[in-house]
């Protein structure tokens, strides 16, 4: 099937992990496509050769008689419908599942696609993150499509799927909600349209093997599971597949191993992920963090449940926050986390490093050999792994 045959598309934002696989589905489905972005990134590297890509400080015109999708990070600086539009469109095309929630959405959409691809499926699916499993970010199958939602800018209530999950509820997004009442009935809205739905909060947490770690990682098998029964698949043999699943790329993915510690990156940027994150490496030893709070929105509001959730670690460092898609905030910087730590745990190993590299060589100093150090955040945190990896030999 090629759906969109005919169709001429320029996405700005294209490196992004959302709109480079936008570009890989749309192109497989008939569309010619072109894109811009400023940075080159590794999601480019999965798209064809017809896929044409433009790097450059600004975007250029839109060609004439082209249609125009803009990434929400380029809002302010490209022309064009909302890169939202096109994935409503996407999903329309095929029987989908889409995967929304606050917390573990990548790891169960991945899930779900893996799979679906192993029992013999052949989806597609649309994931924010790499899988390593799966080769890409994206695919284009003719099955199911399986897709990664996001509620942090309400996009997700344009998309119509045959299932819909959400894995839980939590307040994530400061500058899009004012309580959690508000999540919740986004959700609940968005799940009253759907035909199939699974809340992952009224499942029991999977009890079979799994190759990823955590209780958290336990809720989200749950979850994909029930969607792919929904889907069709049969449960005895999904359950022995999904066994199999080795996880997505910066969600407690082991980096490596220097003077017998070892270091692991992850995603964790709210504080009930943190938490999740450190319980599930507890059992290996001492837990050492290198954390970089993630938009000045949430550090603002969740500064304290933030470090009530880095208490639960044997030393931390704090860089200053990653701002991603916000302006900064007078006053609102990673000290903040740092100062409510220090209340709650006096006497911890703790420092206060704006830049990322100062952090990794004060939790380097102080690992031993058994530990595991891990660096936390949404943001560029994990480009200091190679810097502990030196330090640590």
């Known amino acids: 099937m090629r759906p969109l045959e005919g169709r001429r598309l320029w996405l700005a934002g294209i490196g992004g992990a959302g709109m480079s696989g936008y570009a890989l589905l749309a192109h497989a489905w008939g569309a010619e496509v072109h894109g811009w972005d400023r940075v080159r990134t590794p999601y480019l590297e999965h798209l064809p050769a017809e896929v044409v890509v433009e790097i450059s400080p600004e975007p250029a015109a839109v060609p004439q008689g082209w249609e ?53 499926r052949d989806p597609a699916w649309l994931i924010g993150g790499d899988v390593p499993q799966l080769g890409a970010n994206a695919g284009a199958g003719d099955g199911w499509l399986v897709v990664e939602g996001d509620e942090s800018d309400r996009t997700i209530e344009l998309l119509r799927p ?47 093997p799994l190759a990823v770690p955590g209780e958290h990682n336990r809720a989200n098998a749950a979850a994909a599971l029930a969607a792919l029964e929904l889907a069709g698949a049969n449960r005895s043999a999904a359950e022995r597949v999904l066994a199999g699943f080795r996880g997505v790329g910066r969600r407690l993915e082991r980096r490596g191993e220097a003077g017998d510690v070892t270091v692991v990156d992850d995603y964790a940027h709210h504080p009930a992920e943190v938490r999740a994150a450190i319980a599930a490496l507890r059992d290996h030893g001492r837990v050492l963090v290198l954390f970089q709070p993630h938009l000045f929105s949430r550090t603002r509001y969740l500064a304290h449940e933030l470090a009530d959730a880095l208490s639960t670690a044997d030393a931390v460092a704090v860089a200053d926050v990653y701002p991603a898609r916000e302006t900064p905030v007078d006053g609102v910087t990673g000290k903040l986390v740092v100062d409510a730590l220090s209340e709650l745990r006096p006497g ?25 150090v891990v660096t936390l955040g949404a943001g560029n945190v994990d480009q200091t792994v190679p810097l502990l990896l030196a330090e640590l030999t």
């Open 348 to 372: 911890m190993p703790l420092a206060w490093t704006p830049e990322p590299a100062d952090g990794a060589r004060f939790i380097a100093a102080r690992a031993r050999p058994g530990d595991v």
């Open 68 to 120: 125009s999708f803009v990434s929400s990070a380029y809002a302010e600086v490209a022309e064009g419908r909302p890169r939202a539009d096109l994935l409503a469109e996407l999903v329309l095309q095929r029987e989908a599942i889409v995967v929304a929630g606050a917390h573990g959405k990548t790891t169960t959409t991945a899930m779900i696609a893996y799979v679906l691809r192993e029992l013999g």
């Open 162 to 208: 045959q299932v819909a999950v959400v894995t839980n509820v939590d307040l994530d997004h400061h500058a899009t909600f004012g309580s959690r009442a508000e999540v919740d009935e986004l959700f609940r809205d968005w799940l009253a349209g759907a035909p199939s739905i699974v809340r992952g909060d009224d499942l029991q947490p999977y009890t079979g």
